[in-house]
């Protein structure tokens, strides 16, 4: 009975050699990091910022192109939410992680979280201050902050009298544009005020309407995004007076106020290209690749003629 059951068996697997049937399931080498069947979880600070929908579109154009399932939520600038919904990320068994941080401290507790369980993690367009981050992949913030002071300088002049309108105060996007802002406005303008307005359109109107009336001398203004410097110059334009204001981001509403001559200009980013990037990145880890901590997208300066 034994020589029976051998030579059975032995036939099987002649036949199935022979034929090149399919083998099991459980007996598949395993493809993991190979674009198939990868789940990436993609947290965003914002959707209701042009923005940050540009990125997520150049995150899923590209996941879609090389197969990779993408799972995408909104934080709503909550840093309390994110950090539940990179834990609910996951849950879901997400193979990678691109997190575009609320702000670059809170999101430090979700990253060690991912890093627990060996989920890598990617960052877009801000950082996160602790935890391992395989690579930011994001603009110069530092030398975009310094190419529209030396924007200001060129236009108007040295000692010229400027308003800073700062960004979110957790974000190390707000610390780094701030920095190379001053890097050549403390030396070559005067900042004669500067409030956060969090990143956001209406903020960035109200706070610009304090600012001009509590100082009236105000010959330009520099925004940290560009959601900002549109809602500056809803204020400016209802104030009556004409004072140039430089944003960061060069979303489309932005680029269509510089082509209207309202808007000055902007720092332009790319964040579809930071979008595929991210993704880029995130497969060349998971295939076991070692990839840059900083992935740099180029910036370029848009201002109208």
């Known amino acids: 009975m034994k020589k029976i059951t051998l030579v059975l068996t032995s036939i099987l697997l002649l036949l199935m050699t022979g034929c090149s049937l399919e083998p099991p399931e459980w007996a598949k080498p395993n493809n993991e990091g190979s674009g198939q069947n990868l789940k990436i979880g993609l ?15 150049g995150v899923t154009a590209e996941a879609n192109k090389q197969g990779v399932e993408i799972l995408v939520i909104d934080a709503q600038n909550d840093s309390a939410k994110q950090n539940n919904d990179v834990e609910d990320l996951i849950q879901k068994g997400v193979d990678a992680l691109l997190i575009n941080p609320v702000d670059s401290s809170a999101i430090s507790t979700a990253v060690q979280s991912a890093n627990s369980l060996d989920i890598p993690v990617i960052t877009l367009d801000r950082s996160a201050d602790k935890g391992d981050v395989k690579a930011l992949v994001a603009s110069d913030n530092i030398k975009g902050g310094s190419m529209a002071a030396e924007y200001i300088v060129q236009k108007l002049g040295k000692g010229a ?14 610390r780094e544009r701030g920095k190379g802002f001053h890097e050549i406005a403390d030396t070559q303008l005067e900042v004669i005020a500067k409030q956060t307005a969090d990143f956001d359109r209406t903020k ?22 560009d959601e900002m410097a549109l809602g500056a110059i809803e204020a400016i334009q209802s104030s009556g007076k004409n004072i140039p204001v430089i944003g960061f981001d060069g979303n489309k509403d932005a680029l269509d106020s510089i082509e209207a001559g309202k808007l000055t200009g902007t720092i332009a980013q790319q964040p579809e290209l930071i979008g595929q990037l991210a ?20 910036l370029k300066l848009v201002v109208k003629e």
Request: charged share 15%; hydrophobic share 45%.
């Open 43 to 57: 947290s965003l600070s914002t959707l209701n910022n042009p923005f940050f929908v540009a990125l997520k579109d």
């Open 279 to 298: 993704v880029q990145a995130a497969k060349d880890v998971l295939d076991g690749q070692t990839v840059k901590p900083m992935i740099p997208a180029p």
């Open 161 to 174: 009298k400027v308003i800073e309108l700062e960004g979110s105060p957790g974000a190390s996007a707000t």
């Open 204 to 225: 960035g109107l109200t706070v610009m309407e304090n600012l001009i009336e509590g100082n009236p001398g105000v010959q330009a203004v520099f925004a940290h995004n």
